[in-house]
Every structure is written in structure tokens, then in C-alpha cells.
């Protein structure tokens, strides 16, 4: 569960830490995009960080927030530290868990 004031963070790609913040539903979800201080770049250029992953934390020093949703807001392309990101929500869906239905997202991230 995320408290309204707080973000779930979902992973990093690259030199960038996505976070989920509310609002947020089944047909949107606001995410801030923060610049992280070490590089995590696994050698690809080409992620999909989901809000299954287990959270992690670093510290930012700029951050980006957007929204995005099925209808005309799914893809965004956003640059940090000199870095172009393309964003592409590529689901939200739900799960059960004890009895519990949750939302997730998943995301594909690529950039030059």
C-alpha cells in the first residue's frame, strides 16, 4: 500500500530510479523519475522496470513527474543528465494477493 504523501519505488534503469506516486488507478499512474548518483547500467540499453520488483532506494538530485495512461499519454520521452529515456506504459493489471486485489504497472524504458 503507498500513503498518499509517499512513492513506491519500482526500480532503476540506467541512471534514473522510477517511482510510483498517487494518483494513480486502473486506467493511470503518476510516476516521478529521479536522477540517481551511481549508474546501475547493466550494459543494455533497453529495461522493463515493474512495480513487482522489490523496492529500492537512492538518492536523487533532480526529478521529473509525469503521468501516464492508455489513452494519449502512454508513451513519453524524457532527458536527465544529458541522457534521452523513452517511457512506454505497457500495462496495468491487477492482482490478488491473500484475498487482496492490487494494481501494478509495467514499464519499458529504452535510451541512447
Request: glycine content about 4%; overall charge negative.
Amino acid at each position: 500500500m503507498i500513503d498518499t504523501n509517499e512513492s513506491l519505488p519500482i526500480g532503476i534503469v540506467d541512471k534514473i530510479q522510477l517511482s510510483v506516486h498517487k494518483p494513480f488507478s486502473e486506467k493511470s499512474v503518476t510516476v516521478k523519475f529521479n536522477s540517481c548518483m551511481e549508474n546501475f547500467n547493466s550494459g543494455k540499453n533497453q529495461m522493463r522496470p515493474s512495480s513487482r520488483l522489490n523496492p529500492l532506494t537512492q538518492v536523487p538530485h533532480n526529478a521529473v513527474t509525469l503521468k501516464f495512461d492508455f489513452e494519449k499519454n502512454n508513451v513519453h520521452n524524457i532527458e536527465i543528465d544529458g541522457t534521452w529515456y523513452n517511457v512506454r506504459l505497457a500495462e496495468i493489471g491487477k492482482e490478488s494477493n491473500n484475498g487482496e486485489d492490487y494494481l501494478f504497472f509495467d514499464f519499458m524504458v529504452t535510451w541512447n
